[in-house]
């Protein structure tokens, strides 16, 4: 099972954005949303009844990925899609990347306490052999600073980094990216 704009060798089924499917053996219902950015086919994979979020390399712990063939817009408007599910969901994503990704949002919003937080709990788990991952939505929301490019700490950070204005949330989008993109920790 894939996205229909994919060429992707052993693809059987071809899905498309709020296209429903079952999982046969399981009796899972599967929505699916196209969330371009990462590339430009990109999809995620939303089960209601495990409240689970399966998302590739769009959203990442405390990260997202980067743009290789969407633009900015494209992936802010799919993070803000994924960031309206309920915050219960459990999100899957393709990689492990939260620690690093932690000390990239820390650089951005240093005063904020539930990144303190999530960093030590999140190194306590790593310290104890068990992931990161899945992370929860809502914690995601208070941690992500990709999802939170309309939080004013956020918006200033960007913008001091940038060395100008950001006059919406895009461009604070693509601020944050282009800062992590050359982000040394």
């Known amino acids: 099972i894939g996205p229909a704009q ?17 999982l046969p ?7 699916v949303l196209e969330i371009p950015g990462h590339t430009l086919g990109h999809v995620a994979f939303y089960v209601p009844q495990l409240s689970a979020l399966f998302c590739g390399d769009t959203l990442f712990g405390a990260g997202c990925g980067r743009l290789f063939e969407g633009t900015a817009d494209q992936m802010h408007r799919s993070l803000q899609r994924l960031a309206a599910l309920p915050g219960d969901t459990l999100v899957y994503c393709g ?13 951005v919003e240093p005063d904020n306490p539930a990144l303190a937080s999530r960093r030590d709990s999140d190194q306590a788990r790593i310290h104890q052999g068990q992931p990161t991952l899945p992370s929860r939505l809502a914690d995601e929301l208070q941690t992500n600073p990709f999802l939170r490019a309309e939080v004013s700490a956020v918006h200033a950070a960007a913008e001091r ?5 950001l006059h919406d949330a895009t461009a604070v989008f693509a601020a944050l990216r282009h800062w992590k993109d050359h982000f040394n920790a």
Do not use: C, M, W
């Open 6 to 22: 994919e060429k992707i060798p052993g693809k059987t089924h071809s899905v498309s954005d709020q296209e429903n499917f079952v």
């Open 25 to 31: 053996g399981l009796d899972l219902d599967v929505h």
């Open 95 to 107: 990689h492990e990347y939260t620690l690093a990704n932690l000390k990239f949002a820390l650089a």
């Open 161 to 165: 980094h940038a060395g100008r204005p």
